[in-house]
């Protein structure tokens, strides 16, 4: 089972920077099988980017997805007030088939 | 628009079948694109993937839950199930439907539910 660490646990940011969030596996995973999500209280996840790169429809540019490997990384180029939120990441591994969600990054005002 | 939408019991005893239902409204439960699956987030705490369901019925579980999962399709309700046997109060959690986009390579949950949330108590 590919275990999924995503640091740092909270984020202390300002509207206007830039955060940057991380997620480690494990062992490697196939950059097409990495996705990350955005939930805020009392809603669902909202799903931002899969493929470790590529944009959810509707989702604006200043999200980013990179990484290969073992290292994944989602960048937030200019928080807006609404982006303060909890972001988890997660990836399939075919065998056996399997979903594994990181234990989330949390970015809050400062 | 696709919509999904959880439902059941909200409070179950302890070492009882759990049951849920999520139905599916605004596209077919039976495209050959996509996976359904069910995640659920105990209070305070990260996301669980529980298992997930092609329309043949094809499934594949958490191997953490396994044994516990049954997770079952009817395509002409367009509707999917989950049942969780012996639950304890280490399963009260919100509990998600959402769609798996299987094509591409590219697996990802791209539609949730709003959540239900399910309390283990006698």
């Known amino acids: 089972e590919i275990v999924l660490t995503q640091s740092p646990g909270t984020l202390s940011l300002s509207p206007g920077e830039r955060a940057t969030l991380s997620c480690r596996a494990s062992?490697?995973?196939?950059?097409?099988?990495l996705a990350w999500y955005q939930q805020k209280p009392g809603q669902a996840p909202r799903l931002l980017i899969y493929?470790?790169?590529s944009r959810a429809t509707g989702i604006p540019d200043r999200f980013s997805g990179s990484g290969s490997g073992t290292d994944f990384t989602l960048t937030i180029s200019r928080l807006e007030p609404e982006d303060f939120a909890v972001y988890y990441c997660?990836?399939?591994?075919?065998?056996?088939?399997?979903?594994?969600f990181g234990g989330g990054t949390k970015v809050e005002i400062k | 628009q696709l919509q999904l939408q959880e439902s059941g019991p909200g409070l179950v005893k302890p070492s009882e079948t759990l049951s849920l239902t999520c139905t599916v409204s605004?596209?077919?439960?039976?495209?050959?694109?996509?996976?359904w699956g069910w995640i659920r987030q105990p209070p305070g705490k990260g996301l669980e993937w529980i298992g997930s369901i092609y329309y043949s019925g094809s499934t594949y579980y958490n191997p953490s839950l396994k044994s516990r999962v049954t997770i079952s399709v009817d395509t002409s309700k367009n509707q999917f199930s989950l049942k969780l046997s012996s639950v304890t109060a280490a399963d009260t959690a919100v509990y998600y439907c959402?769609?798996?986009?299987?094509?591409?390579?590219?697996?990802?949950?791209?539609?949730w539910g709003q959540g239900t949330l399910v309390t283990v108590s006698s």
């Open positions: 997660q990836q399939y591994g075919s065998s056996p088939p399997e979903l594994t």
């Open positions: 605004g596209g077919s439960i039976s495209s050959s694109s996509y996976y």
């Open positions: 493929g470790a790169s």
């Open positions: 062992q490697s995973v196939s950059s097409s099988y």
């Open positions: 959402a769609r798996l986009v299987a094509v591409a390579g590219n697996p990802r949950f791209d539609y």
